[in-house]
């Protein structure tokens, strides 16, 4: 059919661009520029914002605390966004026992993460603040990896590379591979100064820079998300480090995984059109002229993803079994009258297949695994054989699965009053 003709090819050239601006870009930028010597050692501020993280925090103030980096210089700030459970109790018994270390512990009625954020800022000492996420914990070398490339003063945050914590199901194993995959996408990134989002799990702010930009957005569901667009549009630099890890504990459901999805895509979607001026808008460089247009080009391929599904599996899948329904689920019956139009279909299949599509498909394909296998050498990674199950399923099932989350996230974007606050 025509229309499936242009959703397909208009896929494949979106795909297309992104694809090849990434690969141009990798192999024209060096991703592993060689950066700052680290002159002095800076104040810095960790602030771990928790709201009934009981099962976790305890093991993420621990991971602040372990951290390579002298004493007289870093300090912990837990804020309790008003948890019903033992989160709090726990903090203050960790800050009570802790000697060489500052932890400051700071309570507060449930007010969101942005508004936490911003009330420990407010406190926080340091020259440059931390993000760290209640459920994440740092490797123990990550800061002094990550503090150099703030030598450069344009630089307003360095993230971590985020990975799962001990993925223990197939579900777990598909967003570890989807982290690997993302995070070196957003190392080739950072040489054109196109990152969108400074991640919770652990990002070093400068100060100064949160200050000049006037904090966190303390309404938006993307903090991390929308604050980077802030920065970007002030004309800062945001880098992600390629070495520095944090590991994050990922959705174990598919109920828990729609639940972040959910909100991660409704908050896209609100920060895009908050910040549309700044698409294809010179102005903001590679960030307004290929970066928004690729995440916009991006929620149209899930719309896509969804169309050919549809159409090229659930379709013929229902009247397959409407024509069973209708046969009484006589089996014997349903192959007699089923079977030269079986054969037909062959036929046409073998003598006709659209093998530009396939070629298309294929090169899409050869091209992702290659940037999946980049992405494993340059976090560290190594692809294993107990890995190849889930790589498959990346691949074929995974993003279906994800632009169908993406579809309610936009009926429940639609039906909420949230709606009405994109301005």
């Not at 070398?141 to 307003?156: G, I, N, Q, S």
Request: net charge positive; charged share 20%.
């Amino acid at each position: 059919m025509l229309w499936i003709d242009v959703v397909f090819w208009g896929t494949y050239f979106v795909s297309l661009y992104i694809t090849i601006f990434l690969v141009y870009t990798f192999l024209e930028k060096n991703p592993r520029e060689k950066k700052p010597v680290l002159k002095k050692h800076p104040y810095v501020s960790v602030i771990i914002p928790a709201y009934n993280e009981e099962n976790t925090i305890a093991n993420t103030i621990k991971s602040a605390i372990n951290m390579d980096y002298p004493r007289k210089f870093l300090e912990i700030i837990v804020i309790n966004d008003g948890s019903k459970d033992k989160t709090l109790s726990i903090a203050k018994n960790i800050a009570e026992k802790t000697k060489d270390i500052l932890i400051i512990v700071m309570n507060q009625k449930n007010a969101g993460k942005g508004t936490s954020m911003n009330r420990a800022i407010a406190k926080a000492r340091g020259e440059f603040v931390i993000s760290l996420d209640a459920d994440s914990f740092v490797a123990k070398d990550t800061l002094k990896k990550m503090l150099p490339y703030f030598e450069d003063k344009k630089v307003a945050s360095v993230s971590a590379v985020m990975k799962v914590r001990t993925p223990k199901n197939i579900l777990q194993q598909l967003q570890w591979l989807e982290y690997i995959l993302y995070a070196f996408m957003k190392i080739v990134l950072t040489t054109i100064h196109c990152l969108h989002v400074t991640p919770g799990p652990f990002t070093i702010y400068r100060k100064s820079a949160l200050n000049d930009i006037g904090g966190f957005d303390e309404n938006s569901i993307v903090e991390d998300q929308e604050i980077a667009y802030r920065l970007q549009r002030k004309h800062y630099r945001l880098v992600q480090s390629y070495e520095g890890d944090v590991t994050t504990i990922a959705p174990r459901t598919l109920k828990e995984l729609y639940a972040q999805r959910k909100r991660w895509f409704k908050g896209s979607i609100i920060t895009l059109y908050q910040h549309k001026d700044m698409i294809f808008n010179k102005k903001y460089g590679d960030f307004g002229m290929y970066q928004l247009p690729s995440l916009l080009g991006g929620m149209m391929l899930l719309f896509a993803v969804i169309i050919m599904v549809v159409r090229g599996f659930i379709v013929p899948l229902y009247d397959q079994i409407r024509h069973l329904i209708l046969l009484n689920f006589d089996l014997s019956l349903y192959y007699t009258t089923n079977l030269s139009r079986m054969l037909s279909g062959f036929t046409n299949t073998l003598f006709s297949f659209d093998y530009a599509k396939l070629f298309i498909i294929i090169v899409l394909f050869s091209v992702n695994i290659a940037l999946l296998i980049k992405a494993h050498k340059y976090t560290n990674e190594k692809i294993k054989i107990a890995n190849i199950i889930p790589l498959v399923l990346f691949f074929i099932v995974y993003f279906i699965i994800l632009s169908f989350m993406w579809i309610g996230a936009i009926i429940d974007l639609i039906k909420s009053k949230q709606k009405n606050n994109w301005g």
